[in-house]
């Protein structure tokens, strides 16, 4: 096995088996051909932030590994909760695609499952399966065969989507918003929210400011008031939006986040913010004295 790993990382063997370490952080014993140690290849890590780094995808690899555990006992919602964490963190995880995948068809979402599948692949080849793709792709074109007319209009956005072909993407969500008064408010507003994204892919927050405007008509909810804050920011209205303000906040501000954040409990996300402050200010004020105190 030939490896390129920093020094800082310890590496244990076991017969065909290898655990890696840094700092007290130890991933589980796995096979010497395991695709987590790609991701540890020196090259493929941040060398300003290499130990913390490392940290993180030992980490990641460990709730990959418990996720893959609860898979093999079908508790598929459970699995893809850690899943789903995994892919927060690196959305291309490949392996994370694959085991989503595996559990959504488990679930019968046979259509979503091959698009999982197919993300897999496109970030990790290795992790191609020609019988599960025949096998999936048979219950994902059955399962599109029972779809009402709306449904498969939505489903067919969402493939485009995922392709990156956003005009043919809004075609087929326009199909779908044609007979709108058929969807429950939740769901229109959803529709609405992704034809929206498809036009911010296209550079044309003119429309999407208005469908995420719709979109508010019918249920307000997050997605769309940020997503309306972003295009109006974007096309320098004269609004003071609740996203400009956001954009405008202070450094002061950012340390009372990551202090309330520390204080519940909250410690990474805290951490994230502190490391940001750090690489950012370096006046010897309060807000410098406070920060080092959060981080020491």
Known sequence: MSLNISDELNMETHENLVRFSVEGTSTNWMASDDLFIKRI??????????VEHMKKEIQIKNLLDEAISIFKTQKF????????????????????????????????????????????VKSDESLRDNEYHMAITRQANEERSNFP?????????????ARGEFE???????????????????????????????????????DACECFGKSLEVDGNDYAIFGKGVCEYELDLDIDSGFR????????QMLQQALIL??????????????????????????YEKLQALID
């Open 262 to 287: 520390n204080d519940m409990g909250y410690h990474e996300e805290s951490s994230r913010i502190a490391d940001y402050l750090r690489k950012n200010h370096f006046k010897n004020d309060d807000i």
């Open 77 to 120: 919602a459970k699995a893809i909760e850690m899943l789903d964490e995994v892919l927060f963190y690196d959305p291309e995880y490949g392996e994370a695609l694959l085991f989503k995948s595996y559990c959504l068809r488990g679930q019968g979402h046979f259509v979503k499952a091959l698009r999982h599948y197919k993300r897999a």
């Open 41 to 50: 290849d020196e090259d493929n890590l941040n060398r300003d932030l290499l």
């Open 245 to 252: 303000r956001c954009l405008r906040i202070s450094k002061r």
């Open 168 to 206: 043919m993407a809004i075609e087929s969500y326009d199909r779908a918003l044609e007979d709108s008064s058929k969807f429950k408010q939740k769901i229109l507003s959803k529709l609405l929210n992704k034809k929206a994204t498809a036009c911010i892919k296209l550079n044309d927050y003119g």
């Open 149 to 161: 007319k709306l449904k498969l209009n939505i489903y067919a956005g969402d493939e485009h989507f």
